[in-house]
């Protein structure tokens, strides 16, 4: 499958544009590379509250104004989910995210501290989407709903990521809600199919890594969760 092609037009410092398929700028650990994870998968609440891909035009800068603590990402996207080029409606996801890197930039897209940095990095993230009829019961990925309906959701996020002299920690909240648009799905008997109810909760990652002194050796830890703001509201 087709996972990132996009065209980057980098003249502007402040004002970068990228257009095509990439990643949705909001959760720092789904925009960080496989590569640069700590451990081999995501955590369990990025796998259900990430945004994964999608087809669309962002405007972003990763040192804003010049001053190597500043960085943001203003996005609008079609809301299909990757490798859909044909829109199923005017529904839009819409993603705004900024980055306050207090002590300086760093390498804060690559998880572990494996070069046991000198100078401390911290990196402080704060996302807001919003999702518009969207398709799949977890935005834009997961199932349609039974009914045939779709789901308009907001995103919120807020992480952290510190790193110094082999340790890194890694903080991540996130926060789902949405309100359902009922579909007109029948079962064989002609009954209309139950609303589905929305997929609303909140989720949480604390992740930790120490380079051993003197030895190439990294140990590492993580916990994180997700759950149902209420269950007489949401699935």
Partial sequence: PLRDARIELDY?????????????????Q?????GNLEMVDRALANEEMQLDRDLGV?????????L?????????????????????DFGMLWVARAE?????????????????????GLSLGLAYAFHDNAIGDRSVHGSRPADGGTTDYHHVTADLLFKHRGMSA??????????RTPGDAVDDA?????????????????????????????????????????PATSS
């Fill in 12 to 28: 502007l410092r402040d004002l970068t544009l990228w257009i095509g398929q990439m990643k949705v700028p909001f959760s720092r």
């Fill in 30 to 34: 789904r925009v960080t590379s496989s």
């Fill in 58 to 66: 962002q405007v972003l800068s990763k040192d804003l104004f010049g």
């Fill in 68 to 88: 190597n603590q500043l960085a943001y990402s203003l996005g609008v996207f079609m809301g299909e989910g990757r490798n859909v080029f044909e829109p199923t």
């Fill in 100 to 120: 306050w890197l207090p002590l300086g930039r760093f390498d804060d897209y690559s998880e572990g501290d494996l070069t046991r940095s000198s100078r401390p």
């Fill in 170 to 179: 890694n903080l991540a909240f996130h926060y789902r809600d949405g309100t």
């Fill in 190 to 230: 002609g009954t209309p199919v139950p609303v589905a109810l929305p997929r609303n909760g909140v989720g949480m990652l604390a992740q930790w890594s120490y380079m051993l002194p003197w030895l190439d050796l990294q140990i590492a830890a993580r916990y994180a969760m997700v759950r149902n703001t209420d």
